[in-house]
């Protein structure tokens, strides 16, 4: 009988040092796409910081939807969909929204009420679903809002 030849270790040395570089350079990737998608919602939530003040809500979630196609395409999609809610609320805030909110305050709307305000916006069951996630988003964030922190004025 034969014995088995002997291994020698730098075979397995090198699959683990393959595996660490390897395992690395992913880890830079994510991270780098995680800090250019956070530039992005940056950079739009410092803007609607100033625009939110001269936008309706209507005109608030437009805008918010448009950059959130963009964003998508040059972000981590998920990440931009995260930001939806945030640059909706920060544009809402802008000014006081009381007399677009009053209407809502002791409203329940069901599930299709956020799909048939998409509508208005071309957001239909022809787009992405991704697409549609952040349309139905950026509504639940306005009624949200108007049902909790839109103020009358004083």
Not at 13 to 20: D, P, S
Not at 71 to 99: D, H, Y
Request: hydrophobic residues 35%.
């Amino acid at each position: 009988m034969t014995e088995p030849p002997e291994r020698s270790a730098k075979g397995a040395y090198l699959m683990l040092a393959a595996l660490i570089t390897i395992g690395s350079l992913l880890g830079v990737l994510a991270y780098s796409s995680f800090k250019q998608s956070d530039a992005v919602i940056t950079e739009k939530v410092t803007e609607l910081q100033t625009t939110g003040k001269t936008l309706t809500a209507t005109q608030c979630i437009g805008d918010v939807l448009v950059w959130f196609d963009e964003c998508q395409k040059s972000a981590i999609p998920e990440l931009c969909l995260k930001g939806v809610e945030k640059t909706v609320e920060v544009c809402l805030a802008g000014k006081n929204r009381f007399g677009e909110c009053d209407h809502m305050k002791d409203e329940f709307p069901d599930g299709r009420w956020a799909f048939d305000k998409c509508l208005e916006h071309d957001v239909n069951r022809g787009s992405s679903r991704i697409i549609r996630k952040s349309c139905v988003a950026a509504y639940r964030t306005l009624f949200e809002y108007c049902r909790l922190k839109a103020e009358a004025p004083t």
